[in-house]
C-alpha cells in the first residue's frame, strides 16, 4: 500500500470486500487517513531513508500509568541530522 497510484478495487478485492467504498471506510477508520493520503507519506518516509544515509530512531523506555510496565505505552521519533 506505498503507491499512490494503486487500484483501490484491487486491493479491496486483495484484502477481500466487496468493494472499495468499504475498504477506504475501514482503513481511514484504522488509520485517520486515506489510502491514497498513507500510501504519500510512506513514499515521504522513504524519500527521507534514500536521501540521508544519518537517520537514527528515538524510542522512550516503555511506561504505563504509574510506571506499571503492564501497561505498555511507547513513543517513538525520526531524527534526521544534516
Given at each position: 500500500m506505498f503507491d499512490p497510484n494503486a487500484n483501490?478495487?484491487?486491493l479491496a478485492y486483495e484484502f477481500g470486500y466487496a468493494d472499495q467504498?468499504?475498504?477506504i471506510k475501514d482503513f481511514k477508520?484504522?488509520?485517520d487517513k486515506t489510502p491514497g493520503?498513507?500510501?504519500i507519506e510512506m513514499q515521504?518516509?522513504?524519500d527521507v531513508?534514500?536521501?540521508n544515509e544519518n537517520v537514527?530512531?528515538?524510542q522512550s523506555p516503555p511506561f504505563g500509568q504509574n510506571n506499571?510496565?503492564?501497561q505498555y505505552s511507547c513513543c517513538s521519533g525520526l531524527v534526521v541530522s544534516q
Amino acid at each position: 500500500m506505498f503507491d499512490p497510484n494503486a487500484n483501490l478495487t484491487d486491493l479491496a478485492y486483495e484484502f477481500g470486500y466487496a468493494d472499495q467504498a468499504h475498504f477506504i471506510k475501514d482503513f481511514k477508520s484504522l488509520t485517520d487517513k486515506t489510502p491514497g493520503e498513507f500510501a504519500i507519506e510512506m513514499q515521504q518516509f522513504k524519500d527521507v531513508f534514500r536521501e540521508n544515509e544519518n537517520v537514527v530512531f528515538l524510542q522512550s523506555p516503555p511506561f504505563g500509568q504509574n510506571n506499571n510496565p503492564s501497561q505498555y505505552s511507547c513513543c517513538s521519533g525520526l531524527v534526521v541530522s544534516q
